[in-house]
Each structure stands twice: as structure tokens, then as C-alpha cells.
């Protein structure tokens, strides 16, 4: 039985490339001169920043500071200006087949967890594979039932989403992310809308797929889940990235003085 959040030391990781630990070294998402306007307000700044394969890459910052349009602008959810962003060499597709494999391809996990109340869990889970993939029901069944309990919740598989806890639901969102098989998974702020015991139970999750080589791009205030599980911190404020470091540079010796203020009032409680 895996260890719980909190009794989990850090992640092995491969030795450091700069500042930078890099598990495969090899670039599958590369974000190239980003902007975006929302009207007046420039919500991203000349983003530039490389996420490698079986990395993972905690951003965080104050509230408005661009993480979340920046994780949505990842798959297209939300367009940009200008600068290019390329996944697995390959630009993002503006729209028709091209960007529906994308989003195939790009696991998504909301705060808001967003499965079809109408639907069973084993059914949220295995509706993407067989529409989108094709994969026969028998075999998509299967996945999922696997995939449920590997997120701890497959004896909840014949319920409605209602009947689940928010911790419980989180969890069927990122099975149903995994069914999928993708290249990465993007994480907006997965843990925000729980209530505080269920908190662990979802992190549990995610520093579990951090353990296996999952590529993820975690927003998040989980500053514990950002030291243990993450290769990489992105800080973000006004729309800019203002430092990027290895967890323990960035927690222990941040560098301006808008990290400094920022971990001062968030560590403090």
C-alpha cells in the first residue's frame, strides 16, 4: 500500500541539467514568446518556458497572475495573441480534427471536477475512450475498472457522480484524464474546491502518477505537493514568469523580491 501524502519523502529524480531536474531531457511542450490580452489587461507577458517529457512543473502566484489562462492556453481552451506553443513538436491546431486530437492527447483536471452527472463513473470514464479512440467497451471497461482502482475509488463504479464525495469525484476526473493515455496531463487548481480532509486523498493521487513519469502541469497553492512531487516551480505574477527554479532553490532561496513576499504570507499560515 503506497504511503500517504504526508509521510512521503521526495521523488528520486535523475541528476540536474542547470537548474533544472530532468528526468528524460527530451521537450514536449515548448511555449515561445506567449502574450494574451484579456481587453486591456495583458494576462500573459512573453511567456517562455520548456516542460519535458516525464517532468513535472508546479506554477504558482497570486491570484490573477496568469497561471490558470496559461495552463487552458496549454490545450486551447483559451487562444492567444501571438508566440507559438508546440506539443510533441507540432504547433497547436486552431481548430477541426487537429485540435480535437490535441485535446486527446492533453489530459484535462478542472477544480470543478465537471463529470456528466447523467452518467455513471464507470461510464464517465470510459466515454472519451470508445467515442474518441474507438476502443470496444469490453476493453474500455476494463481500463477504467483498473484505472478506478488505482485511483482508490472502483467500488464507487456503479454510483452517480452525486453519490460521491468531491475528494472521490477529483479522483474519477483523473482516472477519466488517464483513460485516455495522454502525453501530458494539466492540473488547474485540482484540490480548490475541497474541503480540507479531502484534500490529501487527491494529492495522494497526483504524487503517485509524479512517481510513475507522468508529464504534468500542476496550479496549484499545494506548496506541500509542490516540494515533494515537483521537478520544477514556474512563479508567476502579472502575467509574467517571474522565477523558475528546483522546489528546494525556489522554497529555500528565492531570488526577487515578489517570490520573497509571496512565500512570506503563505508560509507563514
Not at 469490453?138 to 457522480?161: S, T
Not at 495522454?182 to 502518477?209: Q, R, Y
Amino acid at each position: 500500500m503506497r504511503p500517504s501524502f504526508g509521510d512521503m519523502e521526495p521523488t528520486q529524480q535523475a541528476p540536474r541539467t542547470s537548474n533544472i531536474s530532468v528526468r528524460h531531457g527530451e521537450p514536449l511542450v515548448v511555449i515561445d514568446h506567449v502574450d494574451k490580452h484579456f481587453g486591456d489587461l495583458h494576462v500573459l507577458n512573453d511567456i517562455n518556458t520548456v516542460i519535458n517529457r516525464g517532468e513535472v512543473v508546479v506554477v504558482i502566484g497570486p491570484s490573477g497572475s496568469g497561471k490558470s489562462t496559461l495552463c487552458r492556453a496549454i490545450n486551447r481552451l483559451e487562444t492567444i495573441d501571438s508566440g507559438t506553443i508546440t506539443i510533441d513538436g507540432e504547433r497547436l491546431p486552431e481548430e477541426g480534427a487537429g485540435l480535437a486530437k490535441l485535446r486527446a492527447d492533453v489530459g484535462m483536471v478542472f477544480q470543478s471536477f465537471n463529470l456528466f452527472a447523467h452518467k455513471t463513473v464507470l461510464e464517465n470514464v470510459t466515454l472519451a475512450p470508445i467515442r474518441v479512440r474507438r476502443v470496444r467497451r469490453k476493453e474500455a471497461d476494463a481500463k477504467a475498472m483498473e484505472l478506478l482502482e488505482r485511483v482508490g475509488v472502483a467500488n464507487q463504479a456503479q454510483k452517480m457522480p452525486a453519490q460521491l464525495s468531491g475528494g472521490q469525484q477529483q479522483r474519477v476526473a483523473i482516472a477519466r484524464s488517464l483513460a485516455m493515455n495522454p502525453k501530458l496531463i494539466l492540473m488547474d487548481e485540482p484540490t480548490s474546491a475541497l474541503d480540507p480532509e479531502m484534500i490529501n486523498e487527491v494529492l495522494d493521487v497526483m504524487v503517485g502518477l509524479a512517481e510513475q513519469g507522468m508529464t504534468m502541469i500542476v496550479v496549484t497553492h499545494e506548496m506541500g505537493f509542490a516540494r515533494k512531487a515537483a521537478d520544477r516551480v514556474l512563479f508567476m505574477d502579472g502575467g509574467r514568469i517571474v522565477e523558475e527554479a528546483t522546489p528546494a532553490e525556489f522554497f529555500d532561496h528565492p531570488k526577487s523580491d515578489r517570490a520573497k513576499d509571496f512565500l512570506s504570507k503563505i508560509l507563514e499560515h
